[in-house]
């Protein structure tokens, strides 16, 4: 397995294109399609929030499937809480697309992106849809744009390719996700499609997906907002021409698993990485924990946690801001057992500080990747989750967001 | 019932202090008194932390009780995560101030707050305990130096005194608090220190007191997070010669009651006002709700946002995150029945946007207390909470907090 130069549009069969029509009002790229020419089999996660964007539901309602053609976002309005204008206005852009490119408007996932509350430019959405499906293209670069396009306050784009062996052929699969805001688990937490030509079952991709997705885009909290847009849709276009996965036993099933969780694992990553105001990758684990759920717990209440956050923007030890998150996630354990580190400086032993080096941990906590590890000494259970710092920046995106 | 100018040292039989003992690195008081001339009947509230500081332990142990003397509460060191060490400091602060005013170690509370894992210097501790016990003085100017003396990053002082007649006395009644950060409900979020010359029943006042901080303390939210050293007691002379409240059944009872509440709402929303880097005071409202504890669920998840609090500080009507929050806090509703308001403005009607002023909007949300109100149409249960904006300062005084 390796990690190739390719992008959502680089597996056999899949096309893309990024456009700008107008949703955003700095004239970025704001309109995406991915397109694949033969009925891709589709499975998709999704906000687990009460409100969620009519674009968003009107995906729910198709996946999975055996069929689908293409997937249209948007970015720069979220197509949310809009009245019953929205399930129209969803319809509207898959209506777009599939006289496009000639398949049922029921062969095409749409997902919005952006403000809520405000209703969908239409005739711009048309027209965006239309030059995107009049110049989609296979390769690396078609979906760099497409990626581009799904972007809302990210400043980098978040994309992975794989190459790897499946049953005998070479597969790719390859990802893309925006983020950067409104992140936290349990609800799918951004929007991404990942794309492959592996020929998979439809329940074993749905099955995976859920599988993945609740090790990496589950374990990604910026700032423990989730968003009504939320979602994970994954195309396999099945050219690759190996014997179709069916099942996670067999050995094609597993590396399957294995591939998409490392694409999936690598976007997480660098949503928490590019987080809104993030200046540094904070990855929180606990080990000892009596149960999984008490580890998820203690990760979940660490990551999300503004002291502790605030403390690793400004690179101050305050290591007992990580215990008092701990203490307080619900989790059982006994303070007076647990270990705390920075990195590999152990600062906290059995729930009382040890002497340690500032230099070196102000060192540590400086550098572009934290790592915070509490050890409850509870039983054997081991969880992780990635987030980043909260810094001034974030409060200054976040105070004039839609303007 | 009116509010009289007066701090803990007004009702009769208490005395206060607070002096400067250098556990404050700028100098600033950090040391306060809390003297009863009589044993006082005492009741407390306690953090729901895991990780609880040794000198909150200690008192926890203590109460209720029907024969306290004193509280010491030490700001600039919670005395938390130190190992054995820290409750045997703990004891040696309640010596000193045994020693000092001629009672039994057992009948001082004490309590700490300020950086987590330091030994508590106890050379500074005994010389502050004796300076302010030689210098206990009644009234409300002494009170007000106690006041000083528990703050920590709070910007003002938090203090109410009422005056109310209780079975045909005049008793007073009157509080103190510090916050400012790590505030959030179900731990008693602070510390605060109320004081009555009222007679009162231990179990009553014990009863009272947790049914008074569930509607006041553990509504009150800064950041979310919840510190090991949160506890409000209250004391009691029964120097009033009231006939001994023990029943909210009772008038005398229910007035009680409603002056404790009076107090510590005065307090709670003052925290909040204060809470660290805040620029105004937000009251989340829940209204409709099918439950109180759906109720509750909305209010906590709205005054818990960071994507709501950082819109708030930056006046910016983004209603799509109030919705958004209340869609993920487990509460059951149905979006589309919901209506969001911004003080008295209808910004969303039936899950869907409203068009709406944003001159008056702006308005609203620049004034220095705002109302943020839900109703979910789903039934007859209401509940707020009350919060602040998520502010620069904030992150400013949270990257640095140790130094």
């Known amino acids: 397995m390796r990690i190739v130069d390719g992008s959502v549009s680089s597996p ?47 995906t729910m309602r198709l996946l999975p499937s055996a069929s689908v053609r293409a997937v249209v976002v948007n970015s720069g309005n979220a197509n949310a809480c809009v009245g019953a204008r929205g399930d129209a206005d969803a319809e509207a852009m898959a209506r777009f697309a599939a006289d496009a490119l000639g398949c049922a408007p029921s062969d095409v996932l749409t997902g919005s992106t952006g403000v809520i509350g405000l209703p969908l430019d239409l005739a711009k959405v048309e027209a965006g849809v239309r030059e995107a499906a009049a110049t989609l293209a296979a390769g690396a670069e078609a979906g760099h744009r497409a990626e581009r396009a799904i972007m809302t306050t990210d400043l980098v784009p978040k994309e992975c390719c794989l190459s790897f062996p499946l049953g005998g052929k070479d597969v790719l699969l390859a990802g893309m996700a925006k983020g950067s805001g409104m992140i936290h688990p349990d609800m799918a937490t951004m929007i991404a499609v990942v794309t492959t030509d592996a020929d998979v079952d439809p329940v074993f ?5 859920r599988t993945v997705a609740d090790r990496t885009f589950n374990r990604t909290s910026v700032d423990g907002d989730t968003s009504v847009c939320d979602m994970a849709v994954a195309l396999a276009s099945g050219l690759a021409g190996n014997e179709r996965v069916a099942s996670s036993d067999a050995a094609d099933g597993r590396a399957f698993l294995h ?15 590019d987080g809104e105001g993030a200046t540094k990758l904070v990855e929180v684990r606990c080990e000892g924990a009596a149960t999984p759920e008490d580890a998820y717990k203690v990760v979940l209440a660490v990551a999300r946690s503004p002291l502790v956050k605030t403390a690793l923007f400004g690179e101050d030890a305050n290591w007992g801001r990580i215990l008092t998150a701990a203490g307080y996630s619900g989790a059982a354990f006994d303070p007076a057992r647990c270990d705390v580190y920075l990195g590999g400086l152990q600062v906290c032993a059995a729930g009382a500080a040890l002497p340690f080096d500032e230099a070196e941990a102000k060192r540590i906590l400086s550098e572009k990747e934290v790592a915070v590890t509490l050890r409850l000494g509870a039983g054997g259970h081991a969880d992780r989750m990635w987030t980043c710092d909260f810094s001034y920046d974030y409060v200054r995106i976040n105070g004039s967001y839609r303007s």
């Open 259 to 273: 591939a998409l969780e490392t694409v999936c694992t690598a976007l997480s990553r660098e949503i928490a990485r």
């Open 205 to 209: 991709l749905r099955d995976a997906l």
């Open 12 to 58: 056999r069969g899949f096309r893309a294109q990024g456009v700008a029509c107008g949703l955003k009002k700095n004239g970025n790229p704001d309109l995406a399609v991915v397109a694949c020419d033969v009925p891709a089999v589709a499975a998709g996660v999704f906000t687990r929030n009460l409100v969620k964007g009519h674009s968003l539901q009107r």
